[in-house]
Structures are given as C-alpha cells and as structure tokens.
C-alpha cells in the first residue's frame, strides 16, 4: 500500500510539474499579443495579470524541485554558513545582526539550509524591518533564531501559513508577498533533515521563526 501511495504521489507531482511547465509557452505567446492591444489600459492589465500567471507557474515548479531533488550532504561549519548569509544580506543594506556560538560542524544539505535560512532572514527584513539571528547548541539540538520587530502573525493562522499559496492579505500584498510558498518549501527543507520549524509571536512584539536540527548530525 505505501508502494501504490508513494507511486500516486510521484505520478501527481510529474503531472503538476508538466502543467507548470508547459503553461509557459501559452503565456508567452499571449504576451506578445497582449502587447498589441491598443488600450493602453487594458493592455497594462492584461500583461501584469500575465506575469502574475508567470510568477505563479514558476513558484508551482521551484516548490516541486525542492521535493523532487535533494544534494548531497556535506560536513559544515553552521556558524560560517549562518554568518556568510547575513553577511551577503546586511552587504544588500538590510538590517541583520548575528550572535554566534562555538564551532559547530554539521552534516547537512548546505545549499538547502542556507535557502531555508535566508527565506526566514528575508521574510524577517521585509515583514519585519530588520532581523536578529541566533545560532546555539545544547545537549539535544541545534537551534536557529531569528527575530523581527513586525506585527507577527495572527495566533489563528500560525499553522496555516505553511499551506502552499497561503498569503496573509494584512501584512503581504501581491507584490511584495510573492505566492506563499517560501514558508512551505523553507519547512520542508528543514524536516528533510530531520528538524523542524516553528513560528511563534514574541511577546514584547514581532516574530520568532525557530529552525531546530537534532544534534545527531553534528560530527566531532
């Protein structure tokens, strides 16, 4: 029976990814005649309603990929790999800070981690005007920190954020927002090394997105 489930799955994520795909060459070629609409007006709808269905189409096929493929895994240094990500995004003028710990060596996917890490920090940055990050080790995990100073996310809606294309209208608009698939391709990363993410609103205000890794991985 898992067989026959796993094998119905596989074969719906294919089909998603083919539609994704091949709705590109349809949406392209309605650009072009969108641009020869003379009502300039109408026109400006049609290709920003266009790139909307582009936008989405490509979300749709990164969020399957990230199920579809996984790298191999590598020994790193958390703390480096942390601090190269908030270096690159406090060198973009963004407001991030980061408090390390001792050395710690992990065996982990680093391409996929440092996506996961740098969608919190970005999602942080924008929802929240700056981000804090903290990274520490204990006798059961590891832990990431990272903090905001936004309005946090409504208690009824913690969960639902990670449902794919999920977007809080309040605080997100299409814009700036994207389709709401970071949170879910960014919590699935982190339980594909067998840790989890969790959200929560601090109480003196702002979000706190917590990625929590089992300490099993790290290597001496």
Do not use: W
């Amino acid at each position: 029976m898992n067989e026959r489930l796993q094998r119905f799955i596989e074969s719906r994520t294919r089909m998603l990814a083919a539609i994704s795909h091949d709705l590109r060459t349809p949406i392209t070629a309605l650009r072009i005649r969108a641009e020869l609409v003379p009502d300039e007006e109408n026109r400006t709808r049609m290709l920003a309603t266009l790139q909307e269905m582009q936008e989405l189409a490509e979300a749709t096929l990164a969020m399957i990929r990230e199920d579809a493929t996984r790298e191999d895994s590598n020994t790193v240094e958390l703390n480096a790999l942390a601090e190269s990500v908030c270096d690159d995004l406090a060198d973009m003028g963004t407001e991030v800070s980061f408090e390390g710990s001792a050395r710690l060596p992990y065996r982990c996917r680093a391409n996929g981690l440092k996506r996961a890490l740098r969608n919190l920090i970005e999602n942080a940055v924008k929802y929240g005007q700056r981000a804090r990050v903290r990274l520490e080790g204990s006798a059961s995990n590891i832990t990431f920190t990272i903090d905001d100073d936004g309005p946090g996310i409504p208690a009824k809606d913690i969960d639902r954020v990670f449902q794919p294309f999920v977007r809080l209208e309040e605080s997100r608009s299409r814009a700036t927002g994207g389709f709401g698939l970071g949170l879910s391709i960014t919590r699935s990363i982190v339980r594909s090394h067998s840790g989890d993410l969790i959200l929560s609103n601090r109480p003196e205000g702002g979000l706190r997105a917590i990625i929590q890794l089992p300490l099993s991985a790290v290597e001496a």
